[in-house]
């Protein structure tokens, strides 16, 4: 769960923002922690696969698909239904993406939706779970 | 193919060479008689230093109107998007709605640009020879080490497909891969689009690079643009022309300023080596007949050279043959010996400043671009001054 992980280190987050400025053509300094990686940073579905690239090249991990969708799983029924996510669902996604611009989707959300809220912050947490992971691994 | 009466105009030229990143720097710079800057390479293995000729202060990102695409361009992409960009402003096209006219995009480039440095790091070591035959491997080593854009980036038909993106041009598009040829066959195609009554605008030129390590280690092998050589002083180089090509009625109507008209297009497939003399033949004399020209009528024939000494005599024979000395045979040595060897950018090149030269001053009237390929396929356009109402060479055509 995104509470307990650890405040990433300052370099992690750098190197994270480095990797997306360069796969979406942005300054870096445009580039926030809370930045939608799809409202803010304009990524397109195939943008993914290179930041997907870029980030297994830079930090040395293996990123599975579902890193886009792990964070903000949403597989449980009380969560959503027949595509649409419900006021428990909406509460659980609210707690997971704090720093996201809620009032940007209108007041039902959908499936689709749901990768508008991968933030830079989304990432930088995956790639500080998994460079601490294989930190432990090796210890 | 029969041809129409519509007629096909040159309304815009954009280009980039050694020589200049735009057409009006590029002409200035041939005019004041410049040559580009030519380096030498040496290739591991080969006794033979190569001429290269690299354009340096090129800038892609300004003409692309969605600068993320850059990261899915290769060289020739970028240079191909450039030269578009600059062509549809030169037609004053750029501040007109493309949307609703019938607008192709044909590009020619001779190959994919395969970047050696990228597979050359995906492929690593392969001491068993596993990768070729054990799939799992090659996914594992191969695939695993590049980036999954690669492929969109180096796609054949990526070129055209870019160019398309950036100027939200709707209507048919091809990227023509057929060797040094390519650039001359768009325009040939794009002409005949229009005659036929297919399209209104087409743009139409070639763009490709000769300098990456691929193509270089592939000129040593075979011996071209060798410093050795004591053929003709040639370098291979890279560059991009193109061109917009429009119905005559369209771009008179919009009130557009016309360069040239191009008058016919000759086609000649490949053939065997000891054919090539009749081929070039052919093209020529298959593009006079459809202008209604007599060889000694012709003012100027450009062409790019191969750097093959066989190749080139029988360039120099076929013109000779085809037109007697009256041309200005040889053109192309002026323009290539200065900007390099752009493949099959050099046709488009070749048409644009001939066109040029037919706009800007009066010596010239009838004159015929070729280009040839190593396997011998020939392509000629005859391009003229354009007539305007009333000139004696139109009354006995009708005018669509």
């Known amino acids: 769960m995104q509470a307990s992980i650890a405040e990433p280190s300052p370099e992690v987050i750098d190197r994270v923002k480095k990797i997306l400025a360069a796969a979406l053509d942005r300054p870096a300094e445009e580039i926030s922690l809370s930045s939608s990686l799809i409202d803010d940073l304009g990524a397109e579905s195939i943008d993914f696969l290179d930041i997907q690239f870029r980030l297994e090249d830079e930090f040395s991990v293996e990123i599975e698909d579902e890193i886009w969708k792990g964070s903000l799983d949403m597989s449980d029924r009380r969560w959503m239904i027949e595509d649409r ?28 939706d749901l990768p508008r809220l991968i933030t830079v912050r989304t990432v930088v947490n995956f790639i500080s779970t998994q460079t601490d992971s294989q930190s432990e691994n090796k210890d | 193919m029969t041809a129409t009466n519509t007629r096909v105009v040159i309304t815009g030229i954009g280009m980039v060479t050694p020589l200049g990143d735009n057409f009006p720097d590029t002409v200035a710079a041939l005019e004041r008689r410049e040559s580009a800057k030519e380096s030498v390479v040496s290739i591991e293995g080969s006794s033979q230093p190569l001429r290269v000729i690299q354009i340096e202060s090129f800038q892609p990102r300004q003409h692309f109107r969605v600068p993320k695409a850059l990261k899915l361009a290769n060289r020739r992409t970028e240079l191909a998007v450039a030269a578009a960009t600059m062509a549809i402003e030169n037609a004053g096209l750029s501040e007109t709605s493309l949307e609703g006219l019938r607008h192709e995009v044909l590009i020619g480039c001779s190959s994919s640009d395969l970047r050696i440095e990228e597979l050359a790091q995906a492929v690593g070591y392969d001491p068993d020879g596993k990768a070729a035959t054990n799939i799992p491997f090659f996914s594992q080593r191969i ?235 020939s392509i000629s356009i005859a391009m003229q001054r354009t007539r305007k109402k009333g000139d004696a060479s139109l009354d006995s055509r009708t005018v669509t």
């Open chain 2, 143 to 377: 695939l695993d080490g590049l980036n999954p854009l690669w492929l969109l980036t180096h796609l054949p038909n990526m070129v055209s497909a870019h160019v398309a993106i950036q100027l939200e041009a709707t209507g048919p598009n091809s990227t023509l891969m057929t060797s040094g040829v390519a650039g001359q066959q768009a325009i040939g195609e794009g002409f005949r689009s229009i005659q036929s009554g297919e399209t209104d605008v087409v743009l139409a030129g070639g763009a490709d690079s000769g300098v990456s390590l691929f193509d270089i280690a592939c000129f040593a092998r075979d011996g071209l643009f060798s410093t050795q050589s004591d053929v003709i002083h040639l370098a291979a180089a890279e560059g991009s022309a193109v061109l917009v090509l429009e119905n005559y009625v369209h771009a008179k109507e919009r009130g557009a300023r016309f360069f040239c008209e191009i008058r016919s297009h000759a086609d000649c497939g490949p053939t065997a080596q000891g054919a090539i003399d009749s081929t070039i033949l052919r093209s020529i004399h298959a593009v006079l007949e459809e202008s209604d020209w007599r060889g000694h009528e012709v003012d100027c024939i450009s062409s790019a050279l191969s750097g093959n000494r066989d190749l080139d005599a029988a360039l120099a024979s076929a013109y000779e043959k085809a037109l007697g000395l009256q041309s200005e045979v040889l053109q192309h040595i002026e323009f290539d010996s200065r900007l390099g060897h752009t493949f099959a950018a050099s046709g488009p090149i070749s048409c644009a400043l001939l066109a040029d030269r037919l706009s800007r001053h009066r010596r010239f009237d009838k004159v015929v671009s070729h280009a040839l390929s190593y396997s011998g396929h």
């Open chain 1, 85 to 112: 996510v419900t006021s428990e669902g909406l509460k659980r996604l609210r707690s997971l993406q704090p720093e996201y611009p809620w009032d940007r989707l209108g007041k039902e959300v959908r499936g689709a």
